[in-house]
């Protein structure tokens, strides 16, 4: 007696992948950038320095005077000779007033009012010694400053971006299938 046999043949599914790879590319342009600094300003004052030479007093050591100066001099000096002149008178008239007390007032006076006065002299220099006057005003310099901060103006420019994702085919390619043979 035969047994039937049983004959089973099966095929697996198969699956079918395919893949599309993605990408992604990025380009960005470059930012625009403006920098303005303005310049400082700077304001200055100077006063300058200032010399001063008086050389008056020297001038008038080698009798180089100014006529008031000289005017001056000639209302003072004939001040002080009238003055003398009223104290000499004076004295000699209070003697005048005693001369009964004795003594040769007339003769005196007589020759006191002949003789000059005596000459005075002395060496010196002329002009004299630190006659010029020197005076001297330093200068100044004011300076006052104002800065700007620098400007600067940013504008930035987007990425662009290209992208493709990965896409993943499955497919099914072959089926299962599943022969069962009966041989006798």
């Known amino acids: 007696m035969k047994i039937p046999q049983l004959t089973m043949q099966a095929t697996f599914p198969q699956l079918s992948i395919t893949v599309e790879h993605g990408y992604m590319h990025m380009r960005q342009q470059h930012a625009e950038l403006s920098i303005e600094q303005p310049k400082p300003q700077l304001e200055m004052k100077t006063t300058p320095p200032r010399l001063t030479i ?19 001099e000639a209302a003072q000096e004939g001040y002080a000779s009238w003055l003398s002149y009223l104290e000499t008178t004076a004295i000699q008239g209070d003697e005048l007033m005693r001369i009964e007390q004795g003594g040769d007032v007339l003769a005196m006076q ?25 005076g001297f005003e330093q200068g100044r310099i004011e300076m006052n400053w104002q800065t700007f901060s ?12 290209d992208y493709k994702q990965n896409v993943v085919h499955i497919d099914l390619a072959r089926h299962n299938n599943l022969r069962i043979d009966v041989t006798v």
Not at 110 to 134: C, H, M, T, W
Not at 152 to 158: F, G, L, V
């Open 54 to 72: 008086d050389q008056t007093e020297a001038r008038a050591d080698v009798d180089l005077k100014h006529i008031f100066r000289r005017i001056e």
């Open 110 to 134: 007589a020759q006191a009012n002949s003789e000059r006065p005596p000459f005075d002299y002395n060496v010196g220099l002329i002009p004299r010694p630190f006659s010029v006057k020197i």
């Open 150 to 161: 620098a400007r600067i103006h940013i504008e930035p420019r987007p990425v662009q971006i």
